[in-house]
């Protein structure tokens, strides 16, 4: 079977594909692609690590302590307000 | 613990962590942070009832913050109000990138604090899709729902707003020395 895309439209699709947002045609489409070229399969590994270094950084950052308990107050105050 | 009607301590508070994130990436500012969240809660406690218990309880809230930011916070000024971000072209991946470090280690290598530096200074646009999706794990369908824009804007913002933050990480990794550029080659 022919290579159904090009590494342009791999490479304009890698990110939709690593997200899971293509429809499943489109991503056999990539995914067959990425088997057969090693250029765009490592590129693939860039735009993955860069989207998993954003979640892992999302996961750090909590809402500080006093900040949660102003808020958990003003929701107990409306809630008596009734 | 507030005493709200329903649920909403079990499926609203876990998300707080979220919409602070959220709100800070937005206002860029603690203290309009802070009182973001605040309004934000407030309104989905007022309006419990109108939430389907069960549905996405973090979209729906992030789709409240988003609004209350839009509406009450965003210094209209400060934003370039006519620029056509669907008319700019995504910044293309450095060539010297995929040669010096093709599968991105570099990413790891840059700190916290630089990262959402970079963040912070993309448009607002671009921010808050980067934002809702690739830090907090909305669907571009959610996204779409909540910014009310076609799912195809949201791609492609997306898609501009990752190149241009790629672009920025990598200029700041090669001034601090984390990747080095490769020579010019002779033959071009």
């Not at chain 1, 909590?62 to 929701?75: F, K, Q, S, W, Y």
């Not at chain 2, 400060?78 to 280690?105: C, H, I, T």
């Not at chain 2, 804007?153 to 997306?158: F, Y």
Request: with cysteine; aromatic share 8%.
């Amino acid at each position: 079977m022919a290579d159904p895309i090009d590494c342009r439209e791999a490479r304009e699709r890698l990110q939709d594909y690593l997200k899971q947002e293509l429809t499943p045609t489109l991503a056999v489409e990539v995914r067959i692609h990425l088997e057969r070229c090693r250029s765009c399969f490592s590129h693939s590994r860039f735009e993955e690590r860069f989207l998993a270094m954003l979640e892992e950084r999302a996961r750090r950052e909590t809402c500080p302590g006093e900040v949660r308990e102003r808020i958990l107050r003003a929701l107990r105050a409306e809630a008596e307000r009734g | 613990m507030a005493t709200a009607p329903g649920t909403f301590d079990q499926e609203a508070l876990p998300h707080l962590d979220a919409l602070y994130r959220v709100a800070l990436r937005l206002t860029g500012d603690p203290a309009r942070a802070e009182d973001l969240v605040q309004d934000t809660m407030l309104k989905a406690y007022r309006s419990w009832r109108q939430y389907r218990p069960g549905t996405n309880a973090k979209g729906w809230l992030l789709t409240i913050l988003r609004n209350t930011f839009i509406n009450d916070y965003r210094r209209r000024k400060l934003e370039p109000v006519a620029m056509d971000l669907e008319a700019v072209e995504p910044y293309a991946l450095p060539r010297d990138a995929a040669e010096a470090d093709p599968e991105g280690d570099f990413f790891a290598r840059i700190v916290d604090e630089k990262v959402l530096e970079a963040i912070d200074a993309l448009p607002t646009d671009f921010r808050e899709v980067l934002v809702l999706s690739d830090m907090e794990g909305m669907s571009y369908a959610e996204i779409a729902e909540a910014l009310q824009v076609p799912i195809g804007t949201v791609k492609s913002r997306l898609f501009r707003a990752r190149r241009q933050l790629q672009a920025s990480l990598y200029a700041h990794a090669v001034e601090m020395g984390y990747i080095r550029p490769r020579p010019a080659r002779a033959d071009g």
